[in-house]
């Protein structure tokens, strides 16, 4: 993932939790394609998209590697 599709999937995820405050988005979207960077961008909408639909909390970027991995289990 590039810095513009972090920057678009932190504004999809932050308008599904809608009562998530971001102090710093700059910094948030720095720290996320640290560790996103290396995975296609596709695989991490889908991923954010199935973390969305089955938790009520903000994803980390964590969250989101892990529900890639169970995506691609089935």
Request: a positive charge.
């Amino acid at each position: 993932m590039n810095r513009a599709e972090i920057l678009n999937l932190l504004e999809i995820v932050i308008s599904n939790y809608p009562n998530t405050k971001i102090a710093d988005p700059s910094a948030m979207a720095s720290a996320w394609e640290m560790v996103l960077g290396e995975y296609p961008a596709e695989s991490i909408y889908k991923a954010a998209r199935l973390h969305m639909s089955t938790s009520h909390f903000f994803p980390t970027p964590a969250d989101l590697i892990e529900a890639r991995a169970r995506k691609k289990r089935r």
